[in-house]
């Protein structure tokens, strides 16, 4: 049993998920019994981004993004982009995300991938809203187009390396880490952990997704957060609530929620 901690802000959750449908409001009414104070649930595709927004105003602690995820880039409609531009008019939707490219399962093809990607940058800066990147191995066109659009925002669930965080970093970009960081194979995470500054680090769960240890292969939730939490103390070598502390102040300032 850990120590109770508080304040804790799970920067990137999926509560529209199936997953959620037998407990998810039972789960979200206990979550500040368990210390969680925020939590900002990523959109992903048409559908999920409206139940996102529909938490997001049924909890006052959730907030939410709205962007295309490259797994559905393939799908998109030619009015897609005056949707999201739409619902980042809503005062509780603080993010352009998940966006970005994935070269693992390449559910749509990569030149779309990178098409949707690029579209949803240009409308991220023209509207100053932050963005939240997914990228699984596709590190090389990632940087490229970040760093051609410079915009800002989050890198979320960290999988690149050291020198990449450098990257990340120059731009002036946070980086978030999930339950990954405590995985027996973690060592290329946590060398990039030990380079990145706190005041540029976010601690997130991916829920129902990438469950800490020792709950691995569990469906997640973000109180799990704390096992993330603790992990990311110990490299940085500081007490577990001041660690909390700090993602937390750093994911109210990224996503601008006063
Ligand atoms: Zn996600």
């Known amino acids: 049993m850990m120590e109770p901690v508080e304040h804790i802000f799970d920067s990137h959750a999926h509560y529209d998920n199936e997953r959620f449908d037998p407990d998810r409001d039972e789960l979200l009414q206990a979550m500040h019994k368990n210390g969680v104070e925020y939590i900002f649930n990523a959109g992903n595709e048409p559908a999920a981004n409206l139940v996102g927004i529909a938490l997001a105003e049924q909890y006052d602690f959730v907030y939410c993004g709205t962007g295309i995820h490259p797994h559905e880039a393939a799908t998109v409609t030619p009015d897609y982009l005056a949707l999201l531009q739409k619902q980042l008019e809503h005062p509780k939707v603080k993010a352009l995300g998940e966006i970005g490219l994935d070269y693992y399962y390449d559910f749509s093809p990569r030149e779309v991938q990178k098409k949707v990607f690029e579209e949803q940058l240009i409308l991220a800066k023209e509207l100053d809203v932050p963005v939240i990147i997914h990228d699984r191995d596709?590190?090389?066109?990632?940087?490229?187009?970040?760093?051609?659009?410079?915009?800002?925002?989050?890198?979320?669930?960290?999988?690149?390396?050291?020198?990449?965080?450098?990257?990340?970093?120059?731009?002036?970009?946070?980086?978030?880490?999930?339950?990954?960081?405590?995985?027996?194979n973690a060592r290329r995470a946590?060398?990039?952990?030990?380079?990145?500054?706190?005041?540029?680090?976010?601690?997130?769960?991916?829920?129902?997704?990438?469950a800490p240890e020792p709950y691995r292969g569990k469906r997640c939730e973000s109180?799990?957060?704390?096992?993330?939490a603790a992990k990311m103390?110990?490299?940085k070598g500081l007490p577990l609530q001041q660690m909390i502390q700090i993602t937390c102040e750093n994911a109210l300032q990224i996503y601008n929620i006063k």
């Open 223 to 228: 109180s799990m957060i704390c096992e993330t």
């Open 138 to 184: 596709a590190h090389e066109d990632t940087m490229i187009l970040l760093k051609k659009y410079q915009p800002k925002g989050i890198v979320h669930c960290f999988s690149g390396s050291a020198e990449m965080a450098k990257e990340i970093l120059k731009l002036g970009m946070y980086i978030g880490f999930t339950g990954v960081i405590t995985f027996k």
């Open 233 to 235: 103390a110990e490299i």
């Open 190 to 210: 946590l060398e990039a952990l030990k380079v990145i500054p706190t005041d540029r680090l976010l601690l997130e769960t991916d829920c129902p997704y990438m």
